[in-house]
């Protein structure tokens, strides 16, 4: 290639998303007929009330909205959040809708990034938040898992701009209390800090344990919020999410939303709006019954003898598998090439969990889950593999292997 025509170096030294790796792989074992067990789906599979779209506008769906989504639908969110997390928010300045929640963490990230900043990012960690912060001409910057929330004060230096959290956490499904938050927060603000919270999983949790940022930070100065209505409806094909922040932030963001997006996508905004309440009573109790179905797996692994960070939140389980021998991402490569069960390997998300791998229960049964998991501890402690060995069985089940 001319050198005039080179590649965006940044671009080109981030590697692919390897949950979307496993995942595609999955996409394609199952389009050749291969029955595949599905631990490493990001989302959960609900009974979707099936509505009709003729009480739509879809004259109104086929063209633009307003770039910080539809009123209506900002209002339900507002309402929503104010009545389940005792958040208040005003829908007319504290919301901002767009394509999915991943372009709302970017855009959050290209409002306050300066090049070289930092960006804190506590483990386990999304594997997207270190590439998108990349792209946002930031470097990244980890806090190892065990550490205690009072510890992180030793984490931050002068360049040091944003610190993330998800919360409930994927993939480990802790929960961040009301303290720890407050701490968090002023740990941030005392240091002219960001914080970013991501909520993505914020229905996915038992009892009333989840406390939303909204609710303790009611000002959300120097704070964001993020969360995804096509995550918690069990619609992660429609790319739905939106941030939650103060009404300066939110007219810097409706900026770059106007320039990335435009606006999210007008006919399911509609859609999601004229039945919102509809898939809200239809998808929550659900989403109570995955994360209950979450317990249940827990003790099918107790009774394996295996250990995991603890949780008790979301569909996702980060399962110690420290006594491999191997990388989890060789595996990863094995199970799914031998056993075609797809996991996710924990080094996608931080240096501190390599020794782990996530497996979520939203898309398989009890029974399913329980059948793979036996032959993950069985692999896990009784075979050894060779990198041959491993690019054989790839090379047999017909997998591309990850570009770097």
Request: proline share 3%.
């Amino acid at each position: 290639m001319d050198s005039k025509m080179g590649i965006n170096p940044i671009v080109q030294q981030i590697p692919q998303a390897l949950s979307v790796y496993i995942n595609q792989a999955v996409y394609d074992l199952k389009r050749r007929g291969k029955t595949v067990i599905s631990l490493s789906l990001g989302e959960a599979f609900f009974d979707i009330p099936k509505f009709d779209y003729n009480d739509i506008d879809l004259e109104q769906g086929y063209h633009y909205s307003d770039s910080l989504g539809l009123p209506s639908l900002r209002e339900k969110i507002a309402v929503f959040y104010g009545r389940q997390y005792d958040a208040p928010l005003n829908s007319d300045s504290d919301i901002l809708l767009t394509a999915g929640s991943k372009a709302a963490i970017f855009m959050c990230m290209l409002t306050v990034l300066q090049r070289d900043d930092e960006v804190l990012i506590h483990e386990p960690a999304w594997l997207s938040y270190q590439e998108q912060a990349r792209l946002a001409g930031g470097e990244a910057k980890f806090i190892p898992y065990h550490e205690k929330i009072d510890h992180f004060q030793q984490y931050f230096h002068d360049k040091t701009k944003l610190l993330i959290i998800n919360n409930p956490n994927n993939p480990q499904g802790k929960l961040y209390s009301k303290d720890e938050l407050i701490s968090l927060y002023q740990q941030c603000k005392q240091r002219g800090v960001f914080l970013l919270v991501d909520e993505a999983y914020s229905d996915f949790v038992l009892g009333h344990d989840f406390v939303s940022a909204g609710c303790v930070l009611a000002d959300k100065d120097n704070l964001f919020i993020v969360n995804s209505l096509s995550k918690n409806f069990g619609m992660s094909g429609w790319r739905i999410g939106y941030v939650i922040s103060n009404p300066a932030m939110i007219k810097q963001l409706l900026k770059l939303n106007q320039h990335l997006i435009t606006c999210a996508p007008t006919l399911l905004m509609l859609y999601l709006d004229k039945h919102f309440d509809t898939l809200l009573a239809a998808t929550l109790p659900q989403a109570l019954l995955v994360t209950e179905k979450r317990q249940q797996v827990l003790k099918v692994i107790d009774k394996l003898g295996m250990s995991y960070l603890p949780g008790c939140a979301t569909f996702y389980i980060f399962l110690n598998v420290e006594v491999f021998q191997g990388s989890t991402f060789d595996l990863a490569l094995y199970l799914l090439a031998k056993y075609a069960i797809a996991v996710v390997p924990g080094i996608a998300y931080g240096q501190s969990t390599a020794d782990f791998i996530r497996i979520s229960v939203g898309a398989e049964s009890i029974e399913t889950i329980t059948q793979a998991l036996h032959i993950i501890h069985d692999v896990v402690d009784n075979v050894v593999i060779n990198q041959d060995e491993i690019m054989s069985l790839v090379r047999d089940a017909g997998l591309e292997l990850m570009e770097s």
